[in-house]
């Protein structure tokens, strides 16, 4: 039986959950973006070859994204506070124990631990959000969580940069160590206390969340190797990954109790929410991997940088306009902030004319803060707050995915010669502008404003997760 939804919550503040939730949601973005720095350093220490050293930035994303609608699920019936913790302390003992890995094959195995540890305590942490938040000031919460995740993303190249250069490579994944430390704290402090469930806890779906991995992990995989596999490979690998999929539907549809109840796909803002962030994600995650390569690693933060920076700080006021205007304006205003420059950036050489490239990526990224929050917010409410732990699943799961497409994509997508400055970007810039345009178009059609009866910590009991805006 899933926990109640009414939980204790006068032993902690709203403030004090989203502090706890933004230093837990740092963990993910800042691993990732951290360790990329080092992959160099791997590559000469472990003879690992640039696949084998770029293989750890993929399995890190795609295990990710695969164990988020698992990790709702676990906290929606373990307790999300308990998850949260688990997840947090998880990830900083993988970080070490990664530090100190003997081989590229036991690192690899770390890095998917760090993954799945990072889902469990962000998307646990996201969903006591949604019901620990009123809802007058969860728009501006999310904004917050937003704004930290960015900015732990800004800060990863410097912080793995500094620390590679004091420990070699190893130092890259001792950074995430002291934040799960001050995240396990705050979590520890923070979060609100939950009820025991009234009987046992239910049965996990092993069976759905192996097919669920194997039918990400499989479809990422096939959609990054595309472009060096003959035809007739491709549609077998193809024909291979629909199975998958449809086998995931089917074997969902008949459980009773699935890790990922796929009758929510269903539900506009679940699916209008998901639509957005994954084609916003896709098209400033592909730009932030090929500025480098177009211009070079220098030259590349200082057009990164105001990039990252506006996203983040344009994310606490889409948190806040949320809560003014409703879930739909501040995210359709977002989505066009990023489709117009990205279009204008298709005629653009970043290397030859850094000024307006730099100028230019600053509006998309305050685009993709302006929307975030308001989608992230549109998601969680879509269903009831018992099923919080599946919303923001399904949500982040969505965002992962956005960002293995464009990554995958990335190779079909650059001419010239990357990292001398000849290299254009002209395709990147058309995917990010179209994706933008796609992500307003989904925005658009957010519901305004929370489903009725989706409060905070009143929400319906026993409706089997059936609220929302289902059309």
Known sequence: MALRTRHRTADASPDAVVVAACLVTTLVPLGSTSVAVALPEIDAAFDAGVGGAVALVTAYLVVTAACQPIAGALGDGWGRRRSVLLGTAGFGVASLLAAAAPSVVVLGVLRCAQAACGALALVNAAAIVRTAVPDDRRGRAFGRVGAAATAAAAAGPLLGGGAVALLGWRGAFVVGAPVAVLGFVAASRGLPHEPRPDGPPPRFDA??????????????????????????????????????????????????????????????GVVTAGAAVATGNAALYTVVLAIPLLVGTTRAVWLLLPLLCASSIASLTGGRLSDRWGRRRPAVLGGLLMAGPAALLIGVQPAGDPVAAAALLTLCGAGLGLSMAAVQTAALEALPPARAGLAAGVWSTCRYLGSITGASLLGLLLSGDPGSGTGSGSGVFVLAAVAGALSTAAAAALPARPAAGSGSAEGREGDGGRGGDAQ
């Open 207 to 268: 069976a759905g969340a192996v097919l669920l991995l194997l039918a990400l992990g499989g479809g990422a995989a096939l959609l990054g190797e595309l472009p060096r596999l003959p035809l007739a490979v491709a549609a077998v690998g193809g024909v291979a990954a629909a199975g998958l999929a449809t086998a995931f539907v089917r074997h969902e549809l008949a459980c009773p109790v699935p890790v990922l109840d796929v009758r929510v796909l269903r539900i506009r």
